[in-house]
């Protein structure tokens, strides 16, 4: 087996052996760790960045090797995991420089930032997972790796926030160990492959495969925050914002939908699903997620918890995509796992801006922060306009594509969805965009800390107005073919077999 082969393997290294420095790390080596961990975010994505090389040239990355009887550990670099590896690396460098600044000062960093590598690999695991199995115990390890990251201040509200978490997401990984393994009885170990397993299955088969396919979506809908399975995630905000940040744009979240993806695509395949008519009422439990998720972000008054059950909204927008069951539909579902992670970052980095540099939190305290702030509110603004769909931002081709693929399908009641959804999210991020940038300051900032001439950290104001640049590009170029979109539309071409 050649070096090149390894790859995935050597890329799952650079996280696991950053956390193993880390952890042993003395508390006070500030400037060693920030090494370690830079070191190893800009190494992954050099690694993933030529799997990406090699996959659009039609290279294969990957291993295989017998854990038990009958059951394969498989990682495997294809087009479709190359779409999550790619956001989970280039997201965690701005993530880490970005927590660097954010936790300056701050106790435990080395446990911090230990548990922060392992989540990186539970990632990046999912995503180059080749089958149920592998991906099965990467899932488990990111939800191990992220409980300390949730609990990390300590407080009260935070370790009720962490057995909340904890609750559901063991819960979820108990039923979806469930639909493995009875999926396994039916069938085998089923490796990831174009078209799924079961295209030309049994009479008897149907209605067993149907009940396991609810299972596995159950199990999976807990972390991708499928109402109403998403009761962990208002709650985790308690977390530091770097966490949140992961949480919603990076790692638990995008596990729960990419598995889906992975379940509907490459297990069953698309045109079993909709045989069976599993995805008119996947479809319809996304739809509802949508508009559950906006209506209930136009209620708080927390910037964090709005954001929050924003991500509860835009994450089903994904599975939506999928349900389409056509190449342009599926193409704005899965650009959108990538459109959505850096919006949603960016929205993250700037609320921990607002809070670590002024001390707000509140919707009601951010009267006049675009003039204290002006970088950090440029890029709020255009994340926030990209989630309401706002041309020519990455959010608009999600929901263009999306829509034009609802029109194909026949489906145009998803039209209604995503109109309704639209207004609903301008309902939710004008009024904040108006505070920032109309609002009169009534009082001196809470906890107001002064950087010179800078608005706030460098460490803190240099990631948010990258991934803003990025969504706008996204949006801009989304017909090059180095885009988000043209890389879904080479793995729709190669994979999804549309």
């Not at 995935?8 to 006070?28: C, D, N």
């Not at 089958?131 to 939800?143: A, I, K, P, S, V």
């Not at 490796?191 to 799924?196: I, L, S």
């Amino acid at each position: 087996m050649t070096a090149t082969a390894l790859l995935p393997v050597f890329a799952l290294m650079t996280s696991l052996t950053a956390a193993v420095i880390i952890f042993a790390l003395p508390e006070q080596k500030h400037r060693l760790r920030t090494f370690v961990n830079l070191t190893a975010a800009i190494l992954k994505l050099l690694l993933v960045g030529l799997m990406i090389r090699g996959v659009f040239q039609g290279k294969a990355y990957g291993i295989a090797f017998p854990m038990i009887p009958g059951v394969e550990f498989v990682l495997r670099a294809d087009a479709l995991a190359m779409l999550f590896a790619g956001l989970s690396a280039a997201l965690w460098l701005l993530t880490t420089v970005y927590s660097v600044g954010y936790l300056e000062n701050s106790p435990n960093r080395s446990r911090f930032f230990g548990f922060f590598s392992l989540c990186v690999a539970s990632t990046l695991g999912i995503a180059l997972a080749g089958n149920l199995f592998t991906f099965f115990l990467f899932y488990e390890m990111l939800t191990l790796s992220t409980y300390p990251l949730v609990v990390h201040r300590g407080t009260e509200q935070a370790l009720r926030a962490g057995r909340t978490y904890i609750i559901y997401t063991l819960a979820g990984g108990a039923v979806l160990l469930f639909g493995i393994a009875s999926l396994h009885v039916l069938s085998g170990d089923l490796p990831f492959r174009p078209g799924g397993h079961f295209a030309d299955m049994a009479p008897d088969l149907q209605m067993p495969l149907t009940i396991v396919f609810v299972v596995l979506i159950a199990g999976l809908g807990v972390k991708a925050a499928i109402v109403p399975l998403h009761g962990w995630l208002p709650v985790a905000m308690v977390a530091p914002a770097p966490v949140s940040a992961l949480l919603h744009a990076v790692a638990v979240v995008k596990a729960g939908a990419f598995g889906i993806v992975r379940v509907v695509f490459e297990i069953y395949g698309l045109e079993t699903a909709g045989a069976l008519g599993l995805l008119s009422g996947l479809a319809a439990i996304a739809a509802f997620t949508i508009l559950y998720g906006s209506v209930m972000a136009l209620y708080q008054s927390d910037l964090k918890r709005r954001l929050a059950f924003s991500t509860v909204s835009q994450v089903s927008y994904i599975i939506l995509g999928l349900c389409l069951a056509g190449p342009v539909g599926v193409a704005g579902g899965l650009v959108h796992l990538v459109h959505q992670g850096v919006m949603k970052i960016t929205l993250f980095f700037c609320a921990g801006n607002y809070a670590e540099t002024l001390g707000l939190h509140r919707i009601d305290e951010l009267d006049g922060a675009g003039r204290r702030m002006p970088g950090t509110s440029v890029a709020f603004t255009l994340a926030a306009f990209g989630m309401i769909g706002t041309p020519p931002l990455a959010g608009f081709i999600t929901k263009w594509t999306m829509g034009t693929g609802a029109l194909a399908a026949g489906m145009d009641w998803v039209i209604a969805v995503l109109v309704v959804s639209s207004l609903l999210n301008a309902a939710y991020f004008l009024p904040v965009l108006r505070r920032i940038w109309f609002g009169e300051q009534k009082d001196p900032w809470r906890e107001e800390r002064q950087w010179g001439r800078s608005e706030t950290s460098a460490w803190l104001l240099w990631p948010p107005l990258v991934t803003a640049g990025f969504l706008l590009l996204a949006g801009l170029l989304a017909s090059a073919p180095f885009s988000p979109l043209g890389w879904v539309e080479l793995i729709i071409t190669r994979e999804v077999n549309l």
